[in-house]
Structure formats: structure tokens, C-alpha cells
């Protein structure tokens, strides 16, 4: 017997560990994939979902493989960096709550509530510090199981943050097979856009991890800064006449190309002089 879910996310996860612990084999697919894959449907209930995640994995169960549960030392990982993420977003708003308050301040007494926020925002500054600290203390024991960790963060552009988020969206580089998978997934991968004799340019697609793309496009900035063939590469495409939007996500495609690399081979990132 196979078991066909729809990814919810962490609240699939106690779903997941009961099929694994009972052996039931399981696919968990997106409802987008799901939904486009069966043509033009109508109504929605949990019968019909039901109905419908069957007749996916009949269709399809020669493509499909079985599911894995992540290793619990990335899940913790994920927390953590989900953490991370909400107490900066929390900093952030205090930020800008505080350069507001001091315009209005011309005209009103704001000082007590400034006061209050940017001890908060102390707070939360300090947390975020122990919070790095967690997580690089948990990249460096995932790293004495697995060794990836330190590969990741040899190349240029790579810090913790986006090493530790790869590691988790990647599942320890056992979800894709190739960096041109990674790169679909991450939404740098473009695809060909035409029709008869009508070709435009070659589009990336809208549906991605925004998430590890945006991350990924701000680490090109740090990449073309230390990384001499990057640099080139960036000014020679923008010189060419490239928009340097679409350039930078060329070197997302290169960065991918280059953890897939280091990762395969087992050594850590060195430059070809």
C-alpha cells in the first residue's frame, strides 16, 4: 500500500512519522501540482481532495518515489531559522516605528514610547545574537554528521544563514539530483518562452522558493565583491547591455552549479588560477 498527502508543512510532519513508524509507504506532493496535473476541476471537498490525490498518484505512480521524513537535526534547523527570520522582521518594524515617531516628535511629546521601543529593540537585537549562536553551534554538529556544512560555506557568497536554509530545503542534498534541479526549484532557471515563429527571451518561472531566492540574489551582492571571476562576469554581462537583475540571477545559477560541485566532490570550494 502507498499513501498519497498534500505537503502542509509542519502540520504534516506527526502524519508523516506515523506512516513511517507503522512502515505505510507515502508520496507528499503540493496541491498546486496536484491541481494542474488533472485538468480543469471543479468543487472542493475533503471527499473530492481525497478522490483527486488518488487518481494523481494512479496516474502517475511510475514518476513518483516515496518520501522520506528529514533528519530531526533538520527540522531543529528549520526552527531555529524560522526564529531567526520572525525576530528580525519584529526588529525591523520596531526600526521603522522608531524613525517615525522621531519625525512626529516635532510636534508631539513621543519620547516615553521611543524609549520603550528602542529598549525592545535592544532586546531583541541580543536575542537575535544567541539565536546566531544556536544556529551555528546546530551547523556545526549537522556538519560532524554529514560534512556539508563546511563545503557550503567555502564559497564565495555563501554565509551560515543561506548554508543552513540549504541544507534544509535540499534535506541534506538527498531532494534534487542535480544543481539545474536546485535552480527550477529556487526560480533562477530559465525556461524558453515561444510559439510557432514568435520566440521571446527566455523567462524564469513564477512559481519558486521566494524564500531561498531572495536570500540567494542578496548574497550576489558579497559574491561579485570577494569572488574575482564573478566580478568580471557581472561587469562584462552589464556592460554587454544585460539588465543586471537578469544577471544577477545568473550568478544564483552559477553559485548553485558551484554548491552542487563542492557538495559531489567532497572538497571545499578553491579558485582555478
Avoid at 494512479?58 to 530531526?72: G, I, V
Avoid at 531572495?214 to 557581472?234: K, M, W
Wanted: aromatic share 8%; proline share 4%; hydrophobic share 40%.
Amino acid at each position: 500500500m502507498i499513501v498519497c498527502v498534500e505537503h502542509t508543512g509542519p502540520y504534516g510532519l506527526l502524519r508523516a512519522a506515523m506512516l513511517e513508524e507503522t512502515g505505510v509507504r507515502y508520496v507528499m506532493v503540493a496541491a498546486a501540482q496536484v491541481q494542474r496535473s488533472l485538468g480543469i476541476r471543479r468543487g472542493k471537498s475533503d471527499p473530492i481532495d481525497a478522490r483527486r490525490l488518488a487518481e494523481y498518484l494512479w496516474r502517475f505512480r511510475d514518476r513518483l518515489q516515496p518520501s522520506r521524513l528529514p533528519l530531526k537535526a533538520l527540522l531543529e534547523l528549520r526552527g531555529w531559522l524560522l526564529w531567526r527570520e520572525k525576530l528580525i522582521k519584529m526588529r525591523t518594524g520596531l526600526t521603522n516605528g522608531i524613525k517615525a515617531n522621531i519625525l512626529t516628535s516635532q510636534i508631539a511629546d513621543l519620547g516615553e514610547i521611543n524609549d520603550q521601543m528602542q529598549a525592545q529593540h535592544d532586546r531583541l537585537t541580543e536575542q537575535l545574537t544567541l539565536v546566531d549562536r544556536k544556529i551555528r553551534g546546530l551547523l556545526r554538529r549537522y556538519n560532524n554528521m554529514e560534512g556539508q556544512y563546511e563545503l557550503l560555506i567555502s564559497i564565495p557568497g555563501i554565509g551560515s544563514v543561506i548554508a543552513g536554509w540549504l541544507l534544509v530545503y535540499t534535506e541534506g542534498f538527498t531532494r534534487f539530483a542535480n544543481a539545474r534541479q536546485l535552480a527550477c526549484f529556487v526560480g533562477s532557471a530559465p525556461f524558453p518562452n515561444q510559439s510557432g515563429n514568435i520566440k521571446n527571451p527566455d523567462r524564469v518561472s513564477e512559481w519558486r522558493c521566494v524564500r531561498l531566492k531572495t536570500l540567494l540574489l542578496n548574497s550576489v551582492h558579497s559574491a561579485i565583491q570577494y569572488d574575482p571571476e564573478l566580478r568580471v562576469y557581472y561587469q562584462r554581462k552589464c556592460g554587454e547591455g544585460k539588465h543586471p537583475q537578469s544577471v544577477k540571477n545568473a550568478v544564483v545559477c552559477k553559485l548553485l552549479y558551484r554548491v552542487f560541485a563542492v557538495i559531489n566532490r567532497g572538497t571545499p570550494y578553491s579558485e582555478i588560477i
